[in-house]
């Protein structure tokens, strides 16, 4: 088996080392690097772990796309700051806590000294950059590493193989998904388990993003009508077919939320032919830093040497 290409989710990661790592821990100025160290220490041990080949940082260039709130107005919409309005065109901001701001700028400078590709797609979400360069692999395996089940939908055996390891009870307890742990764990058909997920969350709906879902259809119900009628698809046609013999009640839930459903396939799905661009002419990962005075003295500054000291042990320890 080739080596891997690991996709980092970005902010899920950075956002996870702020909130689990203690504050206390700062840089020589004082301010907290507690993302930062968190952040460097999970690569290591992603990288540890997986021995990937390449490796690439996704970013949120657009949190919250105006494509997906125009489908869908309440997307996301819980997450936008008091003041998230604004007279220009910049992406309303997702409320960020001013000690976590400063810090993604800290890792941004360190990965591109180190020369760690970063992308991102104007007008899109992380999971849509995770989502296209996924798709787009025809040569090694992919490690999709993210805390959002959402990424569970890109699972996949052909072309190459798209595993999601989904740290959503910490690094330590990460688990990685394939098609068939998807299937076992959701109830979804196996021979399209990634895409059958997509349609269980749409069915169901996501709080979390502010998705309402089919009044009245859960996670189960939505998983044993998937799993008897193979897709959303089979479902709507037959919701249609007054001979079918889909429950009553169910049937009537489909046919009052057509217009959510049509409307949701765009919002939930990840959009897989985003223009992404790489911040690095390649994302083969460097065995040592690209810049190792620049590296030394942003960790100095940072007071997170020895997170980088980590980070090269991992690197050193890959194989040829």
């Excluded at 009553?248 to 799905?269: E, G, M, N, P, S």
Aim: charged share 25%; hydrophobic share 45%; with cysteine.
């Amino acid at each position: 088996m080739p080596a891997p290409v690991m996709l980092l989710d970005g902010a899920s990661m950075w956002f996870r080392s702020f909130f689990g790592v203690p504050s206390s821990i700062t840089a020589p100025d004082g301010r907290p690097v507690n993302a930062v160290r968190g952040f460097l220490d999970s690569v290591a041990t992603l990288i540890a772990r997986e021995h990937p080949a390449r490796l690439v940082v996704c970013l949120d260039l657009d949190w919250r796309p105006q494509f997906r709130v125009d489908l869908i107005p309440s997307y996301k919409a819980h997450r936008v700051a008091s003041d998230g309005t604004t007279d220009s065109d910049e992406p309303r901001p997702e409320e960020v806590p001013d000690e976590l701001s400063h810090q993604v700028d800290m890792i941004a400078e360190l990965l591109d000294a180190f020369g760690i590709a970063t992308a991102g797609a104007v007008g899109f979400e992380a999971d849509d950059v995770l989502g296209t360069l996924a798709y787009a692999e025809r040569t090694d395996p992919v490690v999709v590493v993210s805390g959002d089940r959402d990424l569970l939908q890109l699972v996949s055996d052909e072309p190459v193989p798209v595993r999601v390891l989904y740290l959503g009870r910490g690094l330590a307890n990460a688990v990685k998904f394939g098609p068939d742990e998807v299937a076992e764990r959701y109830g979804v058909p196996e021979h399209r388990a990634g895409a059958a997920y997509a349609e269980l969350a749409l069915l169901r709906g996501d709080p979390s993003d502010g998705l309402p879902g089919v009044p009245g259809v859960g996670e189960k119900t939505a998983a044993t009508m998937l799993a008897k009628y193979g897709s959303l698809d089979e479902i709507l046609s037959a919701a249609l077919d007054s001979t079918s013999a889909l429950p009553k009640a169910f049937r009537a839930r489909i046919l009052a939320a057509t217009d959510y459903i049509d409307a949701a396939r765009r919002v939930v799905q990840v959009d897989c032919n985003a223009a992404v661009k790489l911040s690095t002419a390649t994302d083969r990962l460097p065995l040592s830093a690209a810049d190792p005075s620049r590296v030394a003295e942003l960790a100095a500054a940072y007071g997170v040497t020895s997170s980088i000291a980590r980070l090269q042990k991992a690197l050193d320890a890959l194989p040829d």
